[in-house]
């Protein structure tokens, strides 16, 4: 009995902090364990630099190929910008199409710099979904 509840408590837990679509953390699990890291950057005195992504134009996208390509491509995007950064950076889906990156001991200066190379890299790929082929922008600040 006890064995069902610990794992209807890590799946009731995987709904609530993660991303059915992409798999990675959604607005509140962000907001939790970028809390985390701030509160550890503070104490440790060492910067921290957060990217916000919004991909260009995906509404557009989704009204002319449908909600089940624009759901893959967001799969392939996260994928893309997961293999970009570090394994202990935090990344998370804010919202449809906005996305949240966090990056501990990165100055702004370096996050400037790691944001163009990816709005570049994802500028760059051509991702085939079902029978379509298609690129996407993107703006980070």
């Known amino acids: 009995m006890e064995r069902r509840w610990i794992e209807a408590h890590e799946e009731w837990r995987q709904i609530a902090l993660y991303d059915p ?3 990675i953390l959604n607005r509140r699990g962000f907001l939790e364990q970028c809390s985390r890291e701030l509160s550890r950057a503070a104490r440790n005195r060492y910067p921290v630099c957060l990217l916000m992504i919004d991909f260009d134009h995906f509404k557009k996208m989704n009204d002319t190929y ?22 202990y950076d935090c990344l998370g889906r804010f919202g449809g199409d906005e996305f949240v990156i966090c990056l501990p ?7 400037i710099e790691i944001a163009e190379r990816l709005r570049r890299r994802v500028e ?4 085939p979904i079902l029978e379509h082929i298609l690129g996407v922008t993107m703006s980070i600040g």
Do not use: N
Request: avoid cysteine; glycine fraction near 12%.
């Open 21 to 23: 679509i992409t798999g």
């Open 66 to 87: 449908g909600h089940q390509i624009g759901d893959k491509l967001l799969e392939r995007l996260t994928e893309e910008i997961r293999d970009a950064v570090r394994p």
């Open 105 to 111: 001991q990165v100055a702004l200066e370096s996050g």
């Open 124 to 127: 760059k790929q051509q991702f």
